[in-house]
């Protein structure tokens, strides 16, 4: 089993920034993908990034050039820094773990970024 901590979420005004962090414990191993996904309410869950291992990234069209994931494989956390946020980034943001070519796959618990003035 593989447990996710998501930190970081909060209220922050258009504009602002904030840097959602997940460290990953208990039985981490071999070749995963850890990314941030997002729900907002009334919509589907949809990814927001993912970085590989190797540090292969892929964002959400909503969010290039305005968000960007980081990893610390010494420390098996995920790091998003999100910066020039809109209310429409507001959502309920989950870390996930992946391990590659299987269907293991964790969930978050997730942690809300609320983004109004």
């Known amino acids: 089993q593989v447990q996710l901590a998501e930190t970081g979420g909060g209220l922050v005004q258009p504009g602002g920034s904030l840097r959602l962090s997940c460290v990953a414990s208990?039985?981490?191993?071999?070749?995963?993908?850890m990314g941030w996904y997002r729900q907002a309410p009334g919509k589907q869950r949809e990814v927001v990034a993912v970085?590989?291992?190797?540090?292969?990234?892929n964002y959400g069209d909503s969010v290039k050039g305005r968000f960007t994931i980081s990893r610390d494989n010494a420390k098996n956390t995920v790091y998003l820094q999100m910066n020039s946020l809109k209310p429409e980034d507001t959502a309920i943001y989950y870390c996930?773990?992946?391990?590659?070519?299987?269907?293991?796959?964790?969930w978050g618990k997730g942690t809300l970024v609320n983004v109004s003035s």
């Open positions: 996930n773990y992946a391990v590659v070519d299987t269907d293991i796959n964790y």
């Open positions: 208990g039985n981490t191993f071999g070749n995963y993908v």
């Open positions: 970085i590989s291992s190797g540090h292969f990234i």
